[in-house]
């Protein structure tokens, strides 16, 4: 799981990343709107800690643009703020912030705020592996935040693999799960050699595992 955390404040964003990187997340941080969103343009992550008072863009702005374009709006967003009055946290939660924690807060909390959000990201049927995307309830697929579009089987065949990575599927399974009877090991073939063209850089995850079938794997 990869969580951004955007907070202008070198002390508060430390704790964040250490309690998130000792919770086990892929943790990165950012100071202001605009390092954010470059960083958004190569990687879209799972969660987002995010602060109101920045610079550049505030925290309000951004949540307003992440809500207001299709491939981030479903990201969920947990809001940490000095501002604590009742009409901040209101304002925050009807600009689609997912949840609101007001400064000062406990690292216990926090962390059990994540999981809660993040349990519920994983009941919406979305699967990541490195900077592949694939969300099975709205059948969209995104590399590194853009969204590439693939064929029915296609789209089956990645959502097979993504959904074990590491684990060696052999061929029969893949083409009984993906085709049922209607196909042979060649169209299997085929369609692998098309989704790694797809996946652009990221294809070489899709791995041959020798007289077995393929797998999706980082490693070599």
């Known amino acids: 799981m990869l969580i951004y955390i955007v907070e202008d404040d070198d002390n508060i964003r430390e704790l964040e990343a250490f309690a998130m990187r000792n919770s086990g997340y892929d943790t990165r941080c950012f100071a202001s709107s605009k390092e954010f969103y470059q960083a958004m343009t190569k990687a879209v992550p799972d969660l987002i800690l995010l602060d109101i008072m920045l610079p550049g863009d505030d925290g309000l702005a951004i949540l307003s643009k992440l809500r207001d374009d299709p491939v981030t709006e479903k990201i969920p967003v947990i ?77 089956e065949l990645l959502k097979t693999l993504i959904k074990s990575p590491g684990k060696a599927f052999a061929r029969d399974y893949l083409i009984d799960t993906v085709w049922g009877l209607e196909s042979t090991g060649r169209t299997l073939d085929v369609h692998i050699r098309t989704l790694r063209g797809k ?22």
């Open 79 to 155: 809001i940490i703020s000095a501002k604590t009055t009742e009409l901040d946290r209101v304002k925050g939660l009807d600009l689609g912030a997912d949840d609101y924690l007001c400064k000062p807060f406990g690292v216990m909390e926090l962390v059990s705020r994540v999981k809660a959000r993040l349990r519920g990201k994983n009941q919406s049927h979305e699967y990541r592996y490195a900077e592949i995307l694939l969300n099975e309830d709205t059948r969209k697929v995104f590399i590194s935040g853009k969204q590439t579009e693939l064929t029915y089987k296609e789209f």
């Open 199 to 220: 996946l652009s850089e990221y294809g070489r995850y899709i791995k041959t595992v020798r007289n077995v079938g393929y797998k999706l794997d980082k490693d070599k």
